[in-house]
């Protein structure tokens, strides 16, 4: 009797234990098909652990590493397959991997030849595989970085789009896609902006109403001392000329100059960043009240949020227009108002650029030496850490060294991590 009731409990275990797992699954199922990749190969996990013999739940997670173009993990995960459950699917793209190892040698092919700055030649290459499933993430990253490089936007997003349908929490795709509409990053900081906008226009609406309480007291107080002062002139003629003094002086306070209120205000209710500019550059230390220095920190607000975001993207798509002097006005102006702003990496990246596509060294390399110091992890980190280590190499073979051993150590992983690197480090 004990037996049977233990083996009616194993049963119920058994038969709990793979109800997990389906619904595991069915999960890792719904988490793939909305484009969560990484939380559907934790699902998978879960299901596995649950029920081994699930080869429903091994066959998708080893897709998923597949399509992220990890041959040797989703081969594997397969063979576990094949091996425990004879499963028919996982012997399927079993015999299929052995095409996909021809796929991998393209795609490191294009790879070289976009670490060597051969972007066209690249994209050639990686559109030769761009129609098969395995590692097309990887491949449809490369693609958008290389028309991102070529300066067509239209390009790189359509391949963006590609990857963040399949993955999309993927964060190369995301760091491209920040760099070509950068505007879009900063849809979340409207509603503060707007707060503080209304802030700061009912400070000076306040002000206004003070100025104009002060004014009519003021007003009045001229009245009064005028009328005394005809007085004075009835009793003695002579006051005339004391009197005129006092006029010389009011008149005098009355015309001198400050900033072009009227102008700024209209330039900031049409937002007109390039006016703006130049106002606030003119006048910024012109502010002779309370109200017109409000008037000048709004303007500048203005230039900070709005004025960075179209500067930059002017300057951007002057880099891509090979007009190099056009986009460094541009990214120059965005770079003064950029400050803890997200997009002063971006700014700093591309001004390097500009200079070394005018064939200024000095400032491409200042540029790029500015960066690497201020955004050890940024975007652009590895490629400017190549580009510092090569162009030091027939000039400095000391500081060529110390770029490509950070790269070489730091960034093992990186593309730009290539045997041009490991042979400036083995010097």
């Keep these: 009797m004990i037996v049977k009731e233990g083996k009616a409990d194993l049963a119920q275990q058994v038969g709990n234990n793979i109800q997990k797992a389906k619904k595991f699954y069915l999960k890792a199922k719904k988490f793939y098909d909305s484009g969560e990749l990484d939380k559907s190969i934790e699902y998978c996990n879960y299901s596995i652990g649950e029920n081994i013999k699930n080869p429903s739940a091994l066959n998708?997670?080893?897709?998923?590493?597949?399509?992220?173009?990890?041959?040797?993990a989703s081969k594997k995960i397969w063979e576990l397959n094949l091996r425990i459950n004879k499963d028919n699917v996982s012997s399927i793209y079993l015999n299929n991997l052995r095409d996909d190892e021809y796929v991998m040698k393209k795609?490191?092919?294009?790879?070289?030849?976009?670490?060597?700055?051969?972007?066209?030649?690249?994209?050639?290459?990686?559109?030769?595989?761009?129609?098969?499933?395995?590692?097309?993430?990887?491949?449809?990253?490369?693609?958008?970085?290389?028309?991102?490089?070529?300066?067509?936007?239209?390009?790189?997003?359509?391949?963006?789009?590609?990857?963040?349908s399949m993955d999309k929490r993927n964060t190369e795709a995301k760091k491209i896609s920040k760099t070509l509409y950068p505007i879009k990053e900063a849809r979340k900081y409207i509603v503060p902006i707007i707060c503080i906008l209304l802030l700061v226009v009912g400070i000076n609406k306040l002000?206004?109403?003070?100025?104009?309480?002060?004014?009519?007291?003021?007003?009045?107080?001229?009245?009064?001392?005028?009328?005394r002062e005809q007085e004075d002139k009835v009793d003695n003629p002579t006051a005339t000329i004391a009197g005129g003094s006092t006029n010389e002086v009011v008149e005098e306070t009355n015309t001198e100059l400050g900033i072009p209120v009227v102008e700024i205000k209209q330039a900031i209710d049409s937002l007109d960043v390039y006016k703006l500019n130049e106002l606030y550059i003119a006048n910024k230390e012109k502010g002779k009240n309370l109200?017109?220095?409000?008037?000048?920190i709004e303007c500048e607000n203005i230039l900070k949020r709005q004025g960075v975001q179209q500067f930059y993207e002017q300057g951007y798509k002057y880099i891509g227009e090979n007009k190099p002097e056009e986009a460094l006005k541009y990214l120059n102006i965005a770079h003064i108002y950029s400050g803890e702003n997200y997009l002063n990496e971006h700014i700093e990246y591309?001004?390097?650029?500009?200079?070394?596509?005018?064939?200024?060294?000095?400032?491409?390399?200042?540029?790029?030496?500015?960066?690497?110091?201020?955004?050890?992890?940024?975007?652009?980190?590895?490629?400017?850490?190549?580009?510092?280590?090569?162009?030091?190499?027939e000039i400095d073979s000391e500081k060529s060294k110390h770029y490509a051993e950070i790269l070489y150590y730091d960034y093992s992983d990186s593309d730009m991590n290539n045997s041009i690197i490991k042979e400036i480090v083995q010097k």
């Excluded at 998708?60 to 040797?72: E, M, P, S, V």
């Design 60 to 72: 998708l997670k080893g897709l998923i590493l597949y399509l992220k173009g990890d041959i040797n």
């Design 107 to 164: 795609f490191i092919k294009a790879q070289k030849l976009y670490q060597s700055s051969r972007v066209e030649e690249a994209v050639v290459r990686f559109k030769e595989i761009e129609d098969e499933s395995f590692n097309s993430i990887n491949t449809f990253n490369k693609l958008a970085q290389c028309y991102c490089d070529l300066g067509d936007k239209e390009q790189a997003q359509k391949y963006v789009n590609k990857v963040l």
């Design 207 to 227: 002000w206004e109403n003070d100025k104009v309480n002060e004014e009519n007291t003021y007003n009045k107080v001229v009245a009064l001392e005028g009328n």
């Design 291 to 296: 109200t017109e220095k409000n008037l000048l």
């Design 350 to 393: 591309f001004i390097g650029i500009a200079y070394r596509s005018m064939g200024d060294s000095d400032n491409f390399i200042k540029s790029f030496e500015e960066y690497a110091n201020k955004y050890p992890n940024g975007n652009y980190i590895t490629t400017v850490l190549y580009d510092l280590a090569t162009f030091y190499l």
